[in-house]
């Protein structure tokens, strides 16, 4: 599975992003997808997923601000990051969810400054 996650960039506390995942290679419909982020010396964690029919789980630190979608047509799931902290900045990655089990691919930067 390819996995191609676009999105990320510099952006001031209290701003937006919209995160994208393109993926290839399975019957991306089938799967529960899910985004998750590492800061630089933590581990990896997951911040939100989508399962095939639509339902959503999300961290608590991410609640109320964060919605994850999906476009099941064109194998596309989406992050949208509102009121960002500077406590977001992460390399932020795509895989499906809960087990993370495909490459991880290279992720998108997201830095949020104060």
């Known amino acids: 599975v390819q996995l191609q996650a676009s999105g990320g960039g510099l952006v001031q506390a209290g701003g937006s992003l919209r995160l994208s995942c393109a993926a290839s290679?399975?019957?991306?419909?089938?799967?529960?997808m899910g985004w998750y982020r590492q800061a630089p010396g933590k581990q990896r964690e997951l911040v939100a997923g989508i399962g095939s029919g639509g339902s959503t789980n999300y961290a608590n630190s991410v609640k109320g601000r964060f919605t994850i979608s999906r476009i099941n047509g064109n194998d596309t799931v989406y992050l949208q990051m509102n009121s960002l902290k500077p406590e977001d900045t992460a390399v932020y990655y795509c895989n499906n969810w809960p087990r993370g089990s495909w490459n991880w691919g290279q992720g998108t930067l997201v830095t949020v400054s104060s």
């Open positions: 290679g399975r019957i991306f419909s089938r799967y529960a």
